[in-house]
Nanobody, 126 residues
Framework: QVQLVESGGDSVQAGGSLKLSCVVS???????VGWFRQAPGNEREGVAA????????NYAVSVKGRFTISRDSAKNTVYLQMNNLKPQDTAMYYC????????????????????WGQGTQVTVSS
């Protein structure tokens, strides 16, 4: 049974950086892990995702070039490095997991992800 615990959220100025962590208990290469965010009044949106099998990644257009998703198998952890943060990046960030074949590019649609963490707040001020 996969369980997820996020950390690393904080308040930063625009242009700053943060690194979010998601500890994945039950870590297996047969899973994909994604980062999603939800701001008040908005739908939950996919930000980045990684396949723990072959490390294939997927990014939302809005964060491509600024955010990097990575994994550390030894620490059972998936990271989201966020650079050049903007006020519109302000949201609650959630880590999610789903079973997936090792070769696929993980989807950024929120449906189908069956395990979710509790979330970590990111606030970016201008």
């Amino acid at each position: 049974q996969v369980q997820l615990v996020e950390s690393g959220g904080d308040s930063v100025q625009a242009g700053g950086s943060l690194k979010l962590s998601c500890v994945v208990s039950g870590y297996t290469i047969n899973n994909c892990v994604g980062w999603f965010r939800q701001a008040p009044g908005n739908e939950r949106e996919g930000v980045a995702a990684i396949n723990l099998g072959l490390s294939r990644t997927n990014y939302a257009v809005s964060v491509k070039g600024r955010f990097t998703i990575s994994r550390d198998s030894a620490k059972n952890t998936v990271y989201l490095q966020m650079n050049n943060l903007k006020p519109q990046d302000t949201a609650m960030y959630y880590c999610a997991a789903r079973p997936c074949a090792a070769w696929i590019v993980p989807t950024l649609s929120a449906s189908g992800w069956n395990v979710w963490g509790q979330g970590t707040q990111v606030t970016v001020s201008s």
